[in-house]
């Protein structure tokens, strides 16, 4: 009989793995996250990071959050509800609310956290969970840990809403429609104003996470609820500290009547350590800096441009992104994997995206454009990217 602890049934899966030709290690970064790094002992240009605002290795947040390590400590030492709860976290909150225009802020240790946490402490059995079918994994996961049903629309179709609302809203107590605010892998907006309509039409809550708005979209950087002026009329409004923000954590603001419930129900929060001080310090600089200008997302959003208007006029797919996404769409799976891996060999980080987590035939290489990139970093990675496209037969 063979030994249990051999893990024979994971040997045979990863198997599986390398003979579909999907098995990978796990790139390693050698730097900071920055515009030009080192990955795997080579420099490359970066353009696959989220740390939109060239945040995550600033000098000010770094600042900040040694000043934090040395009045609290490197760890929070126990869950929020027992001794965890710092005067540095409230603060967070504090900032997070006025930042997001919203009565208040409650935070968790990752954006993924918080939908995991936040859903199921929202609805019920007896209740419904309305679903974007291109929602992120961790609302996936979310609504799985719910005991509310679960319903799809069609990406972005607002008569394919109308029709779940519809038929579901005689049978259920609560609705919750929950989207992506931008979605990640298209760089498109959710048709926020269209959905906050039939919500109210049909009596249902809405919920918007907004890991890619967040910094990214609205004044300053406070999200899709207010690039549309929504405030009031969105009811969860989801936002990651680990992507513009360039640290960790996740949030979501809204009523107080929200916070005081999450507050104990919310079992990331109830059940797991609180975010360190390093972190919530380097977060409250961040959104001081957002708040105090809009240099940063100024940055962001001319280099989207920028870098985007010239892959178009070389005559690259970019999709419909409304955002810094910047996809570039080849369609062939292998092809877009040849593609990174030529982009690599010449100096530009760009990780291609394929079946499963985008349609077949649809496989992209995802540029993720940043405030901290130079002009001249970016004329690089498109001369490259031209380089490639022919030797392709692409361009
Ligand atoms: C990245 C992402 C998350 C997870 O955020 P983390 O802070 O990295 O855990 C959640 N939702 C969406 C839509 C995301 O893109």
Redesign the pocket.
């Known amino acids: 009989m063979s030994n249990v602890h051999e893990l024979t049934f994971l040997k045979e899966k990863i198997q599986e793995l390398k003979d579909q030709g999907v098995y990978r290690n796990l790139p390693v970064l050698e730097t900071a996250s920055e515009a030009e790094v080192i990955l795997n002992g080579k420099k490359v240009i970066n353009l696959s990071s ?1 740390n939109y605002l060239g945040f995550a290795n600033h000098p000010r947040l770094k600042k900040a959050s040694i000043e934090a390590v040395e009045k609290y400590g490197a760890g929070a030492g126990a869950v929020r509800t027992i001794i965890g709860n710092m005067k540095i976290h409230e603060d967070l909150e504090t900032i997070l609310a006025k930042f997001k225009r919203e009565e208040a802020a409650f935070m968790y240790q ?6 995991a946490g936040t859903i199921q402490a929202v609805t019920e059995a007896g209740d419904i969970i309305i679903s974007d079918e291109l ?5 996936i996961d979310g609504s799985r840990l719910s005991k509310a049903d679960r319903g799809i629309y069609k990406h972005s179709d607002m008569d394919s809403l109308e029709e779940v609302l519809k038929k579901n809203r005689d049978k259920y107590k609560n609705i919750l429609i929950i989207t ?5 892998m298209d760089g498109d907006i959710a048709k926020l104003p269209e959905i906050v309509e039939l919500a109210e039409k049909y009596g249902a809550m809405t919920y918007v ?4 708005g967040s910094g990214v979209l609205g004044e300053s950087g406070r999200g899709t609820v207010d690039h549309f002026k929504l405030h009031g009329r969105v009811d969860f409004s ?1 936002g ?4 513009a923000i360039g640290v ?3 949030y979501v603001a809204g009523s107080q009547t929200m916070y005081e419930w999450l507050s104990h129900r919310a079992r990331p929060v109830l059940f797991s350590t609180t975010m360190t001080p390093a972190s919530a310090g380097a977060i409250i600089e961040a959104i001081t800096m957002l708040m105090e200008s809009t240099e940063y997302t100024d940055r962001l959003w001319d280099n989207a441009n920028y870098f985007k208007e010239k892959l178009g006029k070389l005559g690259f797919n970019t999709g419909h992104s409304e955002t810094p996404i910047t996809p570039v769409i080849i369609g062939d799976e292998a092809k877009t994997m040849e593609f990174s891996k030529k982009l690599m060999d010449k100096g530009v980080f760009v990780s291609g995206i394929v079946f499963p987590t985008v349609p077949k035939g649809t496989g992209r290489l995802r540029c993720m454009v940043t405030a901290a990139h130079t002009k001249d970093q970016l004329d690089e990675a498109v001369r490259i990217f031209e380089l490639v496209g022919k030797e392709m037969g692409i361009l």
Request: proline share 0%; hydrophobic share 30%; glycine share 14%.
């Open positions: 989220n990752s954006g993924f956290n918080c939908n929602n992120h994994a961790s609302i992506d605010g931008v979605f990640s996470d907004d890991a890619h989801i990651t500290l680990s992507k960790i954590g996740g």
